[in-house]
T-cell receptor, first 114, second 113 residues
Framework: DAGVIQSPRHEVTEMGQEVTLRCKPI?????LFWYRQTMMRGLELLIY????????DSGMPEDRFSAKMPNASFSTLKIQPSEPRDSAVYFC????????????FGPGTRLTVT | AQSVTQLGSHVSVSEGALVLLRCNYS??????LFWYVQYPNQGLQLLLK??????LVKGINGFEAEFKKSETSFHLTKPSAHMSDAAEYFC???????????FGTGTRLTIIP
């Protein structure tokens, strides 16, 4: 079975541009998580969804960040406008709530904002 | 509230030597405990997990961890280090009914030839 799929793997953009990161969770998983990883702050949970509904977005840094999950097989994380301090690796993870504990991570998107 | 402490942000061991990465947790309810490994430029990969039952848990690549409730610990071990074990290792905790993982700050393992 395919794991969590993220696209693009690398994104370089200029400050002020809109960035959209995409994630396809493992088929059958009903929870999805967005994380950000930087050297300074480590791994941070941004938001998570259960059955396509946002459950906890307390980690979203500011209004420039938004996330959607229109269906069980797709989620996006959007940054508008992007800033250099948003440069990081963004991970998506999925899990099957109520059955098998543990999250499964995608390969990440490395975002560089210049 | 839950928390995880990983002692030692950097650990170096010689090839063939014992690997011991330390993890202590805090949880007000029975914990689920996890170890993840992150190789350079990759995502986190689940190494092993403890939920209930046997306290000694075996994972991939020869790693194992033991849940010790009295010590609130879940240390990761491997009898003989291999060069390919060089990576960053994260300990994490959650519990029944709570999918959110609380991660430790990670331990970078270096293998000395």
């Amino acid at each position: 079975d395919a794991g969590v799929i993220q696209s693009p793997r690398h994104e370089v953009t200029e400050m002020g541009q809109e960035v959209t990161l995409r994630c396809k969770p493992i088929s059958g998983h009903n929870s999805l998580f967005w994380y950000r990883q930087t050297m300074m702050r480590g791994l941070e949970l941004l938001i998570y969804f259960n059955n396509n509904v946002p459950i906890d977005d307390s980690g979203m840094p500011e209004d420039r960040f938004s996330a959607k999950m229109p269906n069980a097989s797709f989620s996006t994380l959007k940054i508008q406008p992007s800033e250099p301090r948003d440069s990081a690796v963004y991970f998506c993870a999925s899990s099957s709530s109520g059955t098998i504990p543990g999250q499964y991570f995608g390969p990440g998107t490395r975002l560089t904002v210049t | 509230a839950q928390s995880v402490t990983q002692l030692g942000s950097h650990v170096s061991v010689s090839e063939g030597a014992l690997v011991l990465l330390r993890c202590n947790y805090s949880s007000s309810v029975p914990p689920y405990l996890f170890w993840y490994v992150q190789y350079p430029n990759q995502g986190l990969q689940l190494l092993l997990k403890y939920t209930t039952g046997a306290t000694l848990v075996k994972g991939i690549n020869g790693f194992e961890a033991e849940f010790k409730k009295s010590e609130t610990s879940f240390h990761l071990t491997k009898p003989s280090a291999h060069m390919s074990d060089a990576a960053e290792y994260f300990c994490a905790v959650s519990n029944f009914g709570n999918e959110k993982l609380t991660f430790g700050t990670g331990t970078r393992l270096t293998i000395i030839p």
